[in-house]
């Protein structure tokens, strides 16, 4: 069971005097070469939406459409994110979507704890200037390195966990995990049912 996020998410002096709106960071970061990701790249992808968003959803990295075209979230999981957002009246326009690693692992594999960390000052930057009331935490990678390495998704997706820069806090399926197995549909949505639901109230 998930104890509270990760110690690496501690806040540092380097946080609280990092640049002081997202299109600062976005620019500070454009030319990282903290890890060997960047070596590969096409094109960071730092994230997009809302930069006042409620709702923020992290998953894990760019895939090869991502790295393409600099922004998340854009090939078939992506498509199948704006499907499931859209079947709970929420459009992409008001969300925030970022990753754990900001530039595409070779072949689409999972980040190295070495990359992932390299990449954790941007994301938990993201989190202070963006302020976000409910982050959904998309997949495994997300989840432990945002929540704790010992957290398993199949055990506390659906639940809410954290909280994590005083968000609440929802674990659930990657949408790349359901076109792998689409079986998966029907617990994400039942998820997703609860955002929505925790979403609407914060918007009364």
């Given at each position: 069971m998930a104890k509270g996020p990760?110690?690496?998410?501690?806040?540092?002096?380097?946080?609280?005097?990092?640049p002081q709106t997202l299109e600062d960071l976005s620019k500070s970061i454009s030319q990282c070469q903290k890890c060997s990701l960047a070596a590969n790249r096409t094109n960071v992808v730092f994230g997009?939406?809302?930069?006042?968003?409620?709702?923020m959803l992290v998953g894990e990295g760019p895939g090869a459409d991502e790295d393409r075209l600099g922004q998340p979230f854009v090939g078939a999981a992506g498509k199948l994110l704006d499907r499931?957002?859209?079947?709970?009246?929420?459009?992409?326009?008001?969300?925030?979507?970022?990753n754990i690693v900001k530039c595409r692992p070779p072949?689409?594999?999972?980040?190295?704890?070495?990359e992932a960390e390299a990449c954790l000052t941007f994301l938990r930057?993201?989190?202070?200037?963006?302020?976000?009331r409910i982050i959904v935490l998309l997949?495994?990678?997300?989840?432990?390195?945002?929540?704790?390495?010992?957290?398993?998704?199949?055990?506390?997706?659906?639940q809410w966990?954290?909280?994590?820069y005083g968000a609440r806090v929802m674990?659930?399926?990657h949408p790349a995990a359901l076109l792998r197995d689409p079986a998966k549909k029907r617990e994400v949505w039942e998820d997703f049912q609860r955002i929505r639901d925790a979403y609407n109230a914060l918007k009364k």
């Open positions: 990760a110690k690496e998410l501690q806040l540092t002096f380097e946080d609280l005097t990092g997009a939406g809302n930069p006042l968003a409620l709702l499931i957002l859209a079947a709970c009246g929420i459009t992409r326009g008001e969300v925030y979507i970022a072949g689409n594999r999972v980040p190295s704890k070495e930057r993201q989190f202070e200037l963006i302020k976000p997949g495994s990678t997300a989840l432990q390195h945002l929540i704790g390495a010992e957290a398993r998704i199949t055990r506390v997706r659906g966990v954290g909280p994590l674990p659930t399926y």
